[in-house]
T-cell receptor
């Protein structure tokens, strides 16, 4: 069935280093891929998204890479800061027969930033 | 805008009781989503509405769960009767529409504990 999963459940990085969080998906019909950040006690917050017809998109300190050949998605965070400590979810949107888009979330990766 | 508002933030109830969770989406958003988050199953989409109409409720786990959206500014998720396995954090999210690139804005969640 459809699934969106993560390679690493936890990631620990030194402040100032770059972080890379990986994600695998199985639905080849996915149209959009999104990364969310969830801090403790809060709801997920949108970070960046990418359309299925792109392979790279950059934001402020974040870059998302999409490899459709191997169905792999990654989030790169440059110069990781303590405030980046959170759980990161990848998610995919695909068009359903209902005419709406359905979002499937991955399991999440916890990022620890060491000062 | 205050963002998505959920109430209550915490709910503790006993097995068999009825639980009603409430959500006020961001004004002007046409789509509303209910999610459940647990350690075991991660973030699961339960149901979503567009223009107050339920589009897909295939994620609702059982008939004990029901959701309504009587108007554009209010939605409820009801569990009757509640069971201990319903304990989770329930998130409401809203989006401008149902297209794939529409960012979902999440509320702070309701932490439900069923004893």
């Amino acid at each position: 069935g459809e699934s969106v999963g993560l390679h690493l459940p936890t990631l620990s990085v030194q402040e100032g280093d770059n972080s890379i969080i990986n994600c695998a998906y199985s639905n080849s019909a996915s149209d959009y891929f999104i990364w969310y950040k969830q801090e403790s006690g809060k709801g997920p917050q949108f970070i960046i998204d990418i359309r299925s017809n792109m392979d790279k998109r950059q934001g402020q300190r974040v870059t998302v890479l999409l490899n459709k050949t191997v169905k792999h998605l990654s989030l790169q965070i440059a110069a990781t800061q303590p405030g980046d400590s959170a759980v990161y979810f990848c998610a995919e949107n695909h068009l359903e027969n209902t005419g709406g888009f359905k979002t499937i979330f991955g399991a999440g990766t916890r990022l620890f930033v060491k000062a | 805008d205050a963002g998505v508002i959920q109430s209550p933030r915490h709910e503790v109830t006993e097995m068999g009781q009825e639980v009603t969770l409430r959500c006020k989406p961001i004004s002007g958003h046409n789509s509303l989503f209910w999610y459940r988050q647990t350690m075991m199953r991660g973030l699961e989409l339960l149901i979503y509405f567009n223009n107050n109409v339920p589009i897909d409720d295939s994620g609702m786990p059982e008939d004990r769960f029901s959701a309504k959206m009587p108007n554009a500014s209010f939605s409820t998720l009801k569990i009757q009767p509640s069971e201990p396995r319903d304990s989770a954090v329930y998130f409401c999210a809203s989006a401008p529409g149902l297209s794939g690139d529409n960012e979902q804005f999440f509320g702070p969640g309701t932490r439900l504990t069923v004893l």
